[in-house]
C-alpha cells in the first residue's frame, strides 16, 4: 500500500523544520510499523497498557508507573529519533541503557518528556536526564514534538525540537559514568496518555567488550570450578537451568580466568534472609583461601553487613531491593578502589585495597536450605 502524499509532505517539512531529527534519518531503520507493537514488549503491565491508534503508539491513560514499553533488542550505541505528542499535563520519559530488572531511570537513564516550561531548567524539566542533569534550554511545545538521542559512550546528546538540550560525556560525569552502557530502548508513560510515531533507529558500532560470564547454560561447565565446598554442613551446588544459575548449600564457584581491573555486572535474586556473595582477587579457594575480598549479598536491612557492603570492612547504604525479585549488581574495581551499585544506587565505596594483584571472581552460596540465583553475570577488563 502506497504512503499518502500529505503524510510524506508532513515527514518532510517535519525533517526541514528539525535538523537534528533529520540528521538521524541517515541510515535509520523504522522500529514501529505504524500498525502494531512488533518488536516492542509490554513489560510490568497489563498487555492493555500500549496499543496503536492513528499510526501512533499509545500509552492508555490507565499504565501506571512502572509499566513501559521496551524495544527487543539490547543496544549499545546508537541513533534514535522519535515524535512524542503534548497535549495538557504529560508526564513520562525515554530510558536509554534501560536493565531488563531493576530501577530503569536510575540503572541505565532516562530523558525526560514533560510539559511544562518552568522559568529555570531542572532535573525533572524536559529534556532532562531524569536526576542527573537539566537540559540546556527547555524546548518542549503543546504539540507533536520532535525528539533525537544519540548515544555513542561517552557521548550522550540529546535533541528536542531540533535544538539541543543535552551534550555530555558519560565518563567524566562522576554519576552517569557508572550507569549502565548497554540496555534497553524503552518508553515510559507513568500513567498518562502519550503518543510516538516516526520512530527510527540507527545502530552504531560497539566499543565496550563485555566478557559472558554466566548468560546460557553452557557458560557454567565453560567459564567456572567449585572452588570450595561444606561437605561437612552442606556441600554446595550450582545448576544452570535455562539461563539462571542457581546456588544452594555452602561454598563457592570460581572463574577460571582471572580479573584485577574490572567492571562486573550481573542480576540476583534470593528469598528472604537470603545469604551470598561475590569474592574477588581470590585465589580461587573460597572463604579457606588466604586471597579474598567479599561482595556481602544478604537482604537483612539491620544486618551487620547487608547487601552491597565489603564484608570486614565497609557498610553499606541499604539498597532498594525486594525478597524473590531480580536486582541489578554493579561491582567496579580498579586498583585500591572498588564501587558497588545496586538497583541503580552507589551504596558503597572503598578506596583502601591492599591486594591489587589480579584474582579470580568467586560467587557464593552460603545457607543451608536456601537458594539464591545470578544471570547475565557479564565482565569486562578494565
Not at 318 to 325: G, K
Request: hydrophobic share 40%; proline share 6%; charged share 25%.
Amino acid at each position: 500500500m502506497r504512503e499518502p502524499l500529505w503524510s510524506r509532505r508532513r515527514l518532510l517539512l517535519t525533517l526541514a523544520a528539525s535538523p537534528g531529527l533529520a540528521a538521524a534519518q541517515s541510515g535509520a531503520n523504522a522500529i514501529f510499523d505504524g500498525r502494531s507493537l512488533a518488536g516492542w514488549t509490554i513489560a510490568d503491565g497489563p498487555p492493555t497498557a500500549f496499543y496503536v491508534e492513528d499510526g501512533a503508539i499509545v500509552a492508555h491513560r490507565t499504565s501506571a508507573f512502572p509499566t513501559w514499553l521496551r524495544y527487543n533488542k539490547e543496544l549499545e550505541n546508537f541513533d534514535f529519533s522519535c515524535e512524542f505528542f503534548v497535549k495538557g499535563w504529560t508526564d513520562g520519559a525515554v530510558y536509554v541503557h534501560a536493565p531488563e530488572f531493576g530501577r530503569r531511570a536510575e540503572t541505565g537513564m532516562a530523558v525526560k518528556i514533560f510539559h511544562q516550561v518552568e522559568p529555570q531548567p531542572l532535573i525533572s524539566s524536559a529534556g532532562a536526564i531524569l536526576g542527573v542533569l537539566p537540559p540546556r534550554r527547555i524546548a518542549v511545545r503543546p504539540e507533536w514534538n520532535t525528539l533525537r538521542i544519540a548515544m555513542d559512550w561517552p557521548s550522550l546528546k540529546v535533541w528536542m525540537n531540533g535544538e539541543i538540550v543535552q551534550d555530555v560525556n558519560a565518563d567524566e560525569h562522576p554519576e552517569l559514568r557508572y550507569r549502565l552502557r548497554r540496555g534497553y530502548l524503552g518508553l515510559s508513560p507513568l500513567g498518562y496518555e502519550h503518543r510516538f510515531r516516526n520512530l527510527t533507529l540507527r545502530e552504531l558500532p560497539s566499543k565496550t567488550r563485555w566478557e559472558p560470564l554466566f548468560e546460557t547454560d553452557r557458560h557454567l561447565e565453560e567459564n567456572w570450578w567449585v572452588s570450595e565446598s561444606r561437605t561437612d554442613r552442606a556441600p554446595v551446588k550450582f545448576q544452570a537451568i535455562n539461563g539462571i544459575l542457581r546456588g544452594e548449600g555452602i561454598g563457592h564457584i570460581a572463574t577460571k580466568k582471572q580479573y584485577r581491573d574490572f567492571d562486573l555486572s550481573m542480576y540476583v535474586r534470593g528469598p528472604a534472609q537470603h545469604n551470598s556473595g561475590v569474592l574477588f582477587r581470590t585465589e580461587g579457594k573460597g572463604l579457606e583461601g588466604k586471597r579474598h575480598y567479599e561482595i556481602q549479598i544478604h537482604n537483612v536491612e539491620e544486618a551487620h553487613f547487608p547487601t552491597g557492603s565489603l564484608y570486614y570492612r565497609q557498610r553499606a547504604a541499604y539498597p532498594r531491593i525486594q525478597d524473590n525479585e531480580w536486582f541489578p549488581l554493579q561491582l567496579i574495581v580498579e586498583g585500591p578502589r572498588c564501587v558497588v551499585r545496586v538497583n541503580g544506587d552507589t551504596v558503597m565505596t572503598y578506596a583502601r585495597l591492599d591486594d591489587t594483584a589480579a584474582g579470580h571472581i568467586e560467587l557464593q552460596a552460603h545457607a543451608v536450605a536456601s537458594w539464591i540465583e545470578f544471570r547475565q553475570v557479564r565482565v569486562r577488563a578494565l
